[in-house]
């Protein structure tokens, strides 16, 4: 069972590296991974999510530079690259640096005049986990540019910088949730997103009774390589559709449970699923939020559960081995809920699970997930954390 731990030690190293590559003592921003209690595939919808920052993230060391130059190592994979902002953009490179060329173009697309900078990453999100590596990633080099260019950016700004950076350079064409919870998460709290108005509210998540418990598949998740932009097609075309009966409908946000099943006979069956669960989604989202404000986690996971089913049988984003994890959760005793997190074809679950059966529950799991695969998952406990931030205390 893994945690994040060592945050100090691990922003001493990076510091050092950082002063022994770049002879400077740079300044350290973080930003987080998430996991989605509920609202998937909603955001692109225009509906609603419920994410939480975890405590795994990516932790930027950088220093300003006066030539307009971005020099930029990954301690991960061990690899550089350069980018040149004065001269023409790459995008599409298909490698991390397209995040980093994104984020600091569309920044300055959006008016702000970047200095250059020496930057040294470092993360403990998995990669393609479906924890949202990418945000996190993109959140941490926004903030830390904007900052070292003595720009102060706002954190709803930021993250749509982050999805503009992801549609443009990197090709998937992703909603706000991810970027928007890792710049804007908020310690012990969930956070209810409407991502049409783009405004939030923190939703506290107690730690007292549950803990929530991430399986990750390790099948690998790729956004701009899956399905995923098939399936934002397939739910533009249901609104199409609708909006011939329902002529104020912009997006499936608009749709209610009635009007659906109402029109729903004028929908091709694909078609049909895709808004079913949407909807449906929207729905289950705002009812468990106010099962968690009420304190009613049995219902909260209830929820959960219904929501993986929708996701598998109507949105069809599920794979083998998520619907396998999530069978086995629904087995053990003590697991409130549990479903696939994130956009899918891989990647991970999210259970809530009772404090007392947690040990039992990653046996149970690690096992069974053996015996049915040749693979070992790799389980985390997570409390909700904060969003993008400096890091200043930890590193003194
Ligand atoms: C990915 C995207 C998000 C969201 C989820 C599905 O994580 O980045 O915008 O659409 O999939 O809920």
Same mark, same amino acid.
Do not use: A
């Given at each position: 069972m893994l945690r994040s731990t060592h945050m100090s030690s691990n922003l001493e190293k990076l510091r050092s590296e950082f002063h022994s590559?770049?002879? =400077?003592v740079p300044r350290m921003f973080r930003a987080p991974g998430r996991v989605n209690l509920i609202g998937e595939h909603t955001d692109y919808n225009g509906g609603f999510v419920l994410p939480m920052a975890i405590e795994r993230g990516t932790t930027v060391a950088a220093t300003a530079r006066t030539d307009r130059k971005i020099l930029v190592r990954s301690r991960n994979r061990g690899e550089a690259g350069e980018i040149d902002l004065d001269s023409p953009e790459l995008m599409r490179r298909g490698s991390w640096l397209d995040y980093i060329e994104g984020m600091a173009r569309i920044l300055e697309r959006t008016g702000v005049r970047l200095l250059g900078a020496d930057l040294l990453i470092d993360? *403990?999100?998995p990669s393609g986990a479906g924890l949202s590596s990418s945000a996190a990633l993109e959140i941490s080099v926004g903030l830390a540019l904007t900052e070292i260019s003595d720009v102060s950016i706002d954190k709803v700004q930021l993250a749509l910088v982050g999805q503009a950076a992801e549609h443009e350079f990197v090709g998937a064409n992703v909603g706000i949730m991810d970027q928007y919870i890792s710049a804007l998460g908020k310690k012990g709290n969930a /956070?209810?997103?409407d991502c049409r108005s783009l405004e939030s509210e923190q939703v506290p /998540?107690?730690?007292a009774e549950t803990r929530v418990v991430i399986c990750d598949s390790k099948v690998k998740h790729d956004l701009a390589a899956s399905n995923y932009n098939v399936r934002r097609d397939e739910c533009e075309e249901g609104v199409e559709i609708l909006r011939k009966f329902l002529p104020g409908i912009a997006q499936l946000r608009d749709v209610t449970r009635l009007q659906f099943e109402q029109y729903a006979g004028s929908l091709p069956e694909n078609i049909r699923k895709r808004v079913r669960h949407v909807v449906s989604e929207n729905d289950r989202t705002l009812l468990a939020v106010d099962s968690l404000r009420?304190? *009613?986690?049995s219902s909260f996971g209830k929820l959960m559960w219904e929501s993986h089913t929708s996701l598998r049988d109507d949105f069809e984003?599920?794979?083998r081995e998520l619907d396998l994890l999530v069978d086995l959760a629904f087995e053990c005793k003590g697991v409130l809920g549990g479903r696939m997190t994130g956009g899918g074809f891989g990647g991970s679950t999210?259970?809530?699970?009772r404090k007392q059966n947690l040990e039992m529950f990653t046996t149970q799991v690690l096992e069974g997930y053996a015996r049915n695969t040749d693979t070992e998952p790799a389980i985390y406990i997570s409390e909700p954390a904060d969003g993008a =931030?400096?890091?200043v205390d930890a590193i003194r």
């Open positions: 590559i770049y002879g =400077r993360s *403990d999100v /956070l209810l997103i /998540l107690s730690s009420k304190g *009613d986690l984003v599920s794979c999210v259970n809530l699970v =931030r400096e890091v």
